[in-house]
Structures are given as C-alpha cells and as structure tokens.
Nanobody
C-alpha cells in the first residue's frame, strides 16, 4: 500500500502560479508512475498530468499543456505540479495518485481506474 499526502494548494488570482507537492510513503518501491487529477464542483475527476517514476516521461491534458509542469524527486519520493498562468477554470480539488500495480496498459495511464492509491486532495482556487 502507498500513502500519498498533497500540499501546496491555495487561492491565487488569474495569471498567478502555485506549486503542489505530493509525498509518497509505504511501498514506494512499487510505484511506476504518479499522476495528478482534479475535480471541480459538479464535475467528474479529470486527468491533469502523469510522470513515469524511473525515466521521467510525462504526459499532460490538453487544457494544461504549456502551463503546468509535472516533476519528481525520487530521493524524496515526492512528485510536484508547477502550475503557471492559472485560470479560473483551473479551480478544483487536486489529487495525486500512484499507478495501480495491476495496470498493464500502454503509456500513459490517464484513467482514474489506472491508479490504485490516492491522496486526500488539496484545494486550488483561482479568482478572476
């Protein structure tokens, strides 16, 4: 089992930046990829970005490409999401997730079902 704890959320004005962090503990040796998702009120949880834990390959949702950057620090078992040029539509609860050890699909995993461990979420609010 992998435990995930997010931090770094908050409130910013449009055009601002935030960096989210997600610290993993437990069976971290089993992690092959980690991702970020978000869920706005009344909407389904949606994919934001994912990073391969060993090689560092990344994939992004079209809505955040060029504005968000996912990175990881293997020594700290931590994944980051640097968010720049934030827009009001980025307002959501952001969740980090670890790829399920049973996922055997192609890269990149992007569905919520592809991930087996989730953090508690951190709120990001962008005002216009």
């Amino acid at each position: 089992q992998v435990q995930l704890v997010e931090s770094g959320g908050g409130s910013v004005q449009a055009g601002g930046s935030l960096r989210l962090s997600c610290a993993a503990s437990g069976r971290t040796f089993s992690i092959s990829a980690m991702g970020w998702f978000r869920q706005a009120p009344g909407k389904e949880r949606e994919f934001v970005a994912v990073i391969n834990w060993s090689g560092g390959r990344t994939s992004y949702a079209d809505s955040v490409k060029g504005r968000f950057t996912i990175s990881r620090d293997n020594a700290k078992n931590t994944v980051y999401l640097q968010m720049s040029n934030l827009k009001p539509e980025d307002t959501a609860v952001y969740y980090c997730a670890a790829e399920s050890p049973f996922y055997d699909g192609n890269w990149p995993p992007r569905a919520t079902a592809d991930f087996g461990s989730w953090g508690q979420g951190t709120q990001v609010t962008v005002s216009s």
